[in-house]
Structures are given as structure tokens and as C-alpha cells.
């Protein structure tokens, strides 16, 4: 019966990997029912146990001692005539007819012993298990008396499982401006993705196999491989990152290939073609602000005729902007951003976003690596890619709630003040070292560490001051940054932005004077608030420049004094690689607030003063 027995049943014995000083003599185990140990590898799954065909078991002690020795065995699930049969009760069997085992296990191992072999075994790894077959694994641990385990636990010192078919590891591929790509087997399409010379790569993945309850056993990669039936590069166990790249011209693919300890493979490619961006014209004015039809009577919001009119009237003041070609209209395209062509054709950019429904969303909101999921594709934030390569650009627009830089944001995230760094997964306390946002456009690109609101949801507890919307943090005017070379450089940038007194009669919306209302405006976004900051113990970034700050209705306001406008100065001193015209280095510039809602004097001064350090100021 035990050589039948032992015929049908499959047994792993990870002992052969070891030296033959590991190896003891087996003598006769007494009962010992306190000694277990609980096998934690792989995780329980919910139900039934499922796992791929070669499943790694590991297993650590389960009291307050350490056995000296342990050892396992694998079986298939085999009745007491000897046959398979899935409906056998075989952990009953194992406790009560534990002698008819005796042939099916390990040698015993020391616990301690070198490669882990006393606390792990790779059960499939000669011949591969058997799918839909049920199978059984279980551990016993000796003392060094010789005393063992005599009662096996389902789900602690014993495994029943089943095996299914494995359709192969899943591979997600991260990259900061490319984003997310995912990948099953090895014949999915190449993605594509197009982008201007120069851009930095660094891309990173990771394959998962937990779906099975497979490990990986290693990685691959190499850029444009001739033929990867033939590939030869070895796959290495640890390989998650490739060295960091950029190209200049042509079409070039990487591939990245992982393996399970079956065999199963996962092939990921990611195709890089390098497009022309001659950057050969002046300015685009990006109009994603959809207004009303009507003007409002209490000036609470341009119409979109009044807005229009005011950024033409701006733009107007930069040589060679042409109305009836240098405006580019997001809600007459679906609320999407400029193609990347069109945003490539031009050195200097103005992007004025209002709170919701727009373009600007779509651009900045990031995925962090952990975040990278079910999308087949996650749109390129190109503005940011633009600022890398020298071009400058002055976004602004309405940032109450979750707009300006906080749509960078999921809106479960959206609770004000929020750091920029850390919490772009939600409100936490700390980082505790999960610095998800320093990818972002608003981390990397315009240096903000944190962001805060006039309107919007707002948190409580320690540190955090009361906020109080009406009558006491709305914005009534902004002063200068005096300290800020850049700003105070002829042309200077105005000492002070007051609200335009078309919004400030008695009525309307952002009058000062009115109890009843805000009393000053609210659509305003604020960036590193020292209170705040001071409360997280947090710096602000070394190319953090504020350009405007903010004075409150009230002095007592937590946003008092704090940066609302912004120089954008980390890529300040590159030139743009331009096919016309002269390439000139210098900052964006970055409003948290719409600047419709201000005297227009002091608008035009601040154009005349952004125009002038791009190069592009008109001459009288």
C-alpha cells in the first residue's frame, strides 16, 4: 500500500538544496502538541485556496521558542485506497493515521539553516503542479530532545489547495511623465507615446503574481530588442528600474519582460517616438474659462465675453500675437488641452482655467506609481514637459474648492491645507515616507510644498486654525514680493494688486464693505502658509519664489501674508530649442487667483512685466 502510496504522491524536499552538513538523522518523533509553527507563506486568500502551479510555502514559529528542526511534505489529495479524490478529508487523515505518512516527508532540516531551507520549500519546482488538481501541504517541527508536533491545523501547519491555471504575472510599467502602462502575457500591443527631444526617462515596474499566489523569480529589459524570441540578457531577480534616458531623435522601444517561478511570462513595451517641437511663435493663449452668456449683475464672474475681451486686450500687449491664430478655445474642443503639436509650436504660454469643467484638470491631475491601475492609457501632463524644455509659461484662473494647482488632486484628496509632498493620496497626518507627490507638476515644477484655499473643505485639529470665509480671510489686495530680484527688475512687476473697483461698488459680489457677502474675493489658492507649515515643522522648497502675497480682511487670518502668487524658477535658465526667433531663459509665473477681478492698470503691468523677461514685451 505505502509504495502505491508513495507512487502517486508529488514531494518537494527543499533539503537537497542544501550542504550535507544541514542534514541530521531522523529518529523517531515523540509527541510534542505546544511545538508549531504557522505557515504564513503564501498569504490565506478568502475560500478556497488557489494557487499557480509552482507555489514557494514558507513558515516561522508560531510560540515564544523556535523549533530546532522542521520538515514538510507535499501530496497530492489521496484517499485510503490510494486514489485521488478531492472530496477526502486528508488533514482528518493526516491527525489520525499520521504513520501512513511516514514515507512522504522531508528529511528534517535545521530551522536556522543556511538558504532558509528549514523554513522554506518551493513545491512545484522539479515538475510543475498539476491545475485543478487538490493538493496538501503541511510542516511538523521538532525540538532538539526529539520531541514533534503530533496535530496539524488547517490554515496554520497544514495547507489544502487547488491549482489553477496560471495566465501569467502582471506588470505595470511607471514613468513620471509618461505615467502608467499594464501589461498580461507577451502579445500585447506596443503602447506608444510621442514626446519632444531631451525629455529625461526613468522608468520603473514591478510584475505581480499574488493573483495565484505565484512570486516573481525575475526581470528583463533592454531598449529597442531586435528579436525577443531570441533574447539571451538573463533575467535578474531584483531588476525593477532602468538607467535613465533621454533621445533625440527616431522612434525607440523598451522592453521589459518578467518571469514567475512556473516559467509564466509577462513582455511590457513601450514605443518613445521623438517628435518636432520648433517652438517657432511667439505666445498661445489657452482660453479655458466657459462663462456665462450674460454678464452678472454683481460681478461675481466674467461672462465669457468679458473674458475674452480682457485676455485679448493682454495678450495684445506680446509682439506678434495673432488673434485668429494664437487662441486655442478648450470648450469648443471638448474641454481637452492643446495637442501637443500646437502647444510645441510656441516658446511662452497663457493658460487662464476656471474652477471646474475644464482642460487645466485633465492636464496637471497626477497618478502617482502607487495609484497606476486599470487605465489602458493616462494622459501626458505636456505643459509640464513644456516647462522642462524652456518654455514659459503664466497659468492662472479661479482656484476656489478643487481648482488651480489642487486639481492636480482625486477629490476624496481635496481637504485643505494639504501637503503637496505627502498627501496626494489623502489626508495624512505625515508622510511616514510615502513622498507620493513629488512627481507632481506642483511639487516638481512649481515648487509648492503646500496648498491651501480661501473656499473649500477644510480640516480640523492640531494645528489647524479656524477658518472663517466671510469677513475675514478673503483676499483685498496683493502686495509684492519686494524681497525678489526678478520682481523688482525693470519692468517691475506693480508693488500691489487691488480688486478693480467694477467689483467692489456697493452690490457687488467682492465688496469689501458689505456684511453680507465674502466681502473680498474667495476664488484664491494660497501656497505654503506658514502657519501651517509651521505646524507640520515643514521648509518650503529652495526654488519656492512667491511673487504676491496676500492681505486679508483680517489681520488675524491664517492667510495673511501667504504667497498667492508665485516666479516659476526651476527651469528658469533653460532656453528653449527654438527653430525662429530668439531663445530666451527665463521664470513663468504662477497666479492662485483670476486676474479679471483686478484694476486694469495694474493688469496691464504685470503682462508688460511677464512679456518683458520672455522677450516678447511689444514695442510702442
Not at 308 to 327: K, L, M, Q, T, Y
Not at 420 to 441: A, F, T
Request: one cysteine or more.
Amino acid at each position: 500500500m505505502k509504495r502505491r502510496l508513495a507512487g502517486i504522491l508529488l514531494l518537494y524536499a527543499a533539503a537537497a538544496a542544501a550542504g550535507c552538513e544541514d542534514r541530521i538523522a531522523a529518529p523517531a518523533p515523540e509527541p510534542n502538541a505546544d511545538l508549531v509553527v504557522n505557515i504564513d507563506r503564501p498569504p490565506l486568500m478568502a475560500g478556497e485556496q488557489q494557487y499557480g502551479p509552482v507555489v514557494v510555502f514558507g513558515w516561522s514559529a508560531a510560540g515564544e521558542t523556535a523549533p530546532s528542526f522542521t520538515r514538510h511534505l507535499l501530496s497530492a489529495v489521496i484517499d485510503t485506497n490510494g486514489v485521488y479524490n478531492p472530496a477526502f478529508d486528508v488533514i482528518r487523515d493526516l491527525n489520525d493515521n499520521t504513520a501512513r505518512y511516514d514515507s512522504l516527508w522531508s528529511e528534517w532540516m535545521p530551522y536556522g539553516a543556511r538558504n532558509d531551507t528549514g523554513r522554506v520549500a518551493i513545491a512545484g519546482a522539479g515538475a510543475p503542479l498539476v491545475p485543478g488538481r487538490h493538493y496538501v501541504f503541511a510542516v511538523q517541527a521538532r525540538d532538539a530532545a526529539g520531541a514533534a508536533t503530533d496535530t496539524f491545523v488547517a490554515n496554520v501547519n497544514v495547507r489544502r489547495f487547488r491549482i489553477r491555471a496560471s495566465t501569467g504575472p502582471l506588470l505595470r510599467i511607471y514613468e513620471p511623465y509618461l505615467v502608467g502602462f499594464r501589461f498580461i502575457g507577451t502579445t500585447l500591443r506596443v503602447e506608444e507615446r510621442e514626446l519632444p527631444s531631451g525629455v529625461p526617462l526613468d522608468f520603473k515596474w514591478l510584475a505581480d503574481a499574488s493573483d495565484y499566489r505565484g512570486e516573481i523569480a525575475g526581470y528583463r529589459y533592454g531598449w529597442d530588442v531586435p528579436d525577443p524570441a531570441s533574447w539571451d540578457a538573463p533575467f535578474i531577480e531584483n531588476l525593477t528600474s532602468a538607467q535613465a534616458v533621454s533621445f533625440s531623435a527616431g522612434t525607440h522601444t523598451l522592453f521589459v519582460e518578467a518571469i514567475d517561478r512556473a516559467g509564466a511570462r509577462v513582455l511590457g513595451r513601450v514605443a518613445i517616438r521623438v517628435v518636432s517641437w520648433p517652438m517657432d511663435r511667439n505666445l498661445l493663449l489657452v482660453d479655458d474659462f466657459a462663462g456665462a452668456s450674460a454678464p452678472f449683475a454683481d460681478y461675481a464672474m466674467p461672462s465669457e465675453a468679458q473674458d475674452d475681451e480682457f485676455w485679448s486686450r493682454i495678450c495684445a500687449r506680446a509682439a506678434g500675437f495673432d488673434p485668429a491664430r494664437d487662441v486655442y478655445d478648450c470648450a469648443s474642443a471638448g474641454n481637452q488641452p492643446p495637442p501637443h503639436a500646437l502647444l510645441g509650436r510656441y516658446k511662452n504660454v497663457v493658460w487662464s482655467y476656471s474652477s471646474a469643467q475644464n482642460a487645466w484638470s485633465s492636464t496637471v491631475r497626477f497618478t502617482p506609481e502607487s495609484l497606476v491601475g486599470g487605465a489602458s492609457r493616462y494622459p501626458i501632463n505636456y505643459l509640464s514637459i513644456f516647462l522642462l524644455r524652456g518654455g514659459h509659461a503664466w497659468t492662472l484662473g479661479s482656484s476656489e474648492g478643487g481648482g488651480g494647482l489642487a486639481a492636480m488632486l482625486a477629490q476624496s484628496a481635496q481637504m485643505f491645507p494639504m501637503s503637496v509632498e505627502c498627501e496626494v493620496l489623502g489626508n495624512l497626518p505625515s508622510c511616514g515616507g510615502l513622498r507620493n507627490g513629488v512627481s507632481s507638476m506642483a511639487y516638481r515644477d512649481y515648487c509648492v510644498t503646500v496648498l491651501d484655499k480661501v473656499d473649500a473643505r477644510f480640516r480640523s485639529g492640531a494645528g489647524m486654525r479656524v477658518r472663517i470665509r466671510d469677513h475675514r480671510d478673503v483676499l483685498v489686495r496683493a502686495h509684492g514680493e519686494r524681497a525678489e530680484p526678478l520682481a523688482t527688475a525693470p519692468p517691475a512687476f506693480p508693488e500691489r494688486l487691488d480688486l478693480w473697483e467694477e467689483v467692489t461698488k456697493p452690490g457687488r459680489r467682492f465688496n469689501p464693505d458689505d456684511t453680507l457677502g465674502p466681502g473680498g474675493l474667495t476664488y484664491v489658492e494660497a501656497y505654503d502658509p506658514a502657519y501651517w507649515m509651521a505646524a507640520r515643522a515643514a521648509s518650503s522648497q529652495l526654488c519656492f519664489r512667491p511673487l504676491y502675497r496676500m492681505e486679508a480682511k483680517s489681520g488675524a487670518s491664517p492667510l495673511d501674508g501667504c504667497a498667492v502668487a508665485l516666479l516659476l524658477v526651476k527651469y528658469a535658465g533653460v532656453r528653449p530649442q527654438v527653430s525662429a526667433g530668439t531663445p530666451v531663459a527665463a521664470p513663468s509665473v504662477h497666479f492662485g487667483f483670476p486676474l479679471w477681478f483686478f484694476e486694469r492698470s495694474a493688469a496691464d503691468s504685470v503682462a508688460d512685466a511677464v512679456f518683458a523677461r520672455w522677450g516678447i514685451a511689444r514695442t510702442p
